[in-house]
């Protein structure tokens, strides 16, 4: 059974499982370790209800039969202490991560840290770095080993962000700010997505989060080209919708605190939208 058990995991990539980042990787610990003190406990219970089940069969005549039997002091010990210790443990565990992992804990790495601004919109992402300037829509870029400071905020109803190989989930919700430290150790691409339920557009609610060397992170911040992103961009953005991935130039750093303070008004939130025709998706603007 524990071999199967592990061969099913072998596929388990980009996943929990699969970390790239040092949160994460603490992540896949505490639910190994989780997972390890309750096996303590289900493997010997399931064994013993086996056990007893043979042993108390019909056909055994050793088995002594007590129906006036009530109580056992030695029984209810065993009974009553093996779940305690389970719970005494788990609440340990559970008590080191949640302050060793607090999102805004700083995590160190190498070289300056990189400073994020998410704003959840419907349904797609917008990534801004006010101090390189850029507007990135549905793409999370980030160099390897620096220390990432995201700041995040929803433009519309409350959602989550999670990219499961870089580290923990948090939500995000209108007129609030969330913080997350992260740091990425390994190149690579893989998949961010929102895991609250916000509307139709929901489940293609996901942006790509891309790990670069130092050298292919400045490259890619010299790439943003188009037109500048500003406000007017930004409103043009927020209508409910999906969006392709674009980088662009950010031409006002303070557009996140003016979503933040709500001085640009959000969005009414998800409205059913046209199902998606054979032809394409006519929510993709």
Known sequence: MALAAASTLSGCNGGVLDPTGTVAEQNKEILLGSL????????????????FAWWFRAG??????????????QVELVVWSIPTL?????????????????PAEPVPGQGDPIEIEAISLDW?????????????VNQLVAPVGAPLHLRMTSASVMT?????????????????????????????????RATQISGDGFSDMQFSARALSRAAFDDWAKSASGPDFDEAAYRELEKQGLAAPQTRLLADPELFADVVSQKIPPAPGPTPSPRPSPLGDPRVR
């Open 160 to 192: 989550a962000f999670f990219v499961p190989q870089w580290g923990s989930m948090l939500y995000v919700m209108n007129g609030m700010t969330s913080r997350l430290n992260l740091r990425v150790d390994r190149p690579g691409e893989t998949l961010g």
């Open 36 to 51: 390890a003190i309750m096996l303590a406990i289900v493997i010997p219970t399931a064994l013993a209800i086996a056990g």
């Open 86 to 102: 389970t719970v005494m443990l788990l609440s340990g565990v559970i008590w080191i991560g949640a302050h060793k992992l607090d």
């Open 124 to 136: 797609k992402w917008l990534f801004l770095y006010p101090d390189l300037k850029i507007a990135s």
């Open 60 to 73: 055994n005549p050793r088995a002594r039969y007590r129906p006036d039997f009530e109580y056992s002091g």
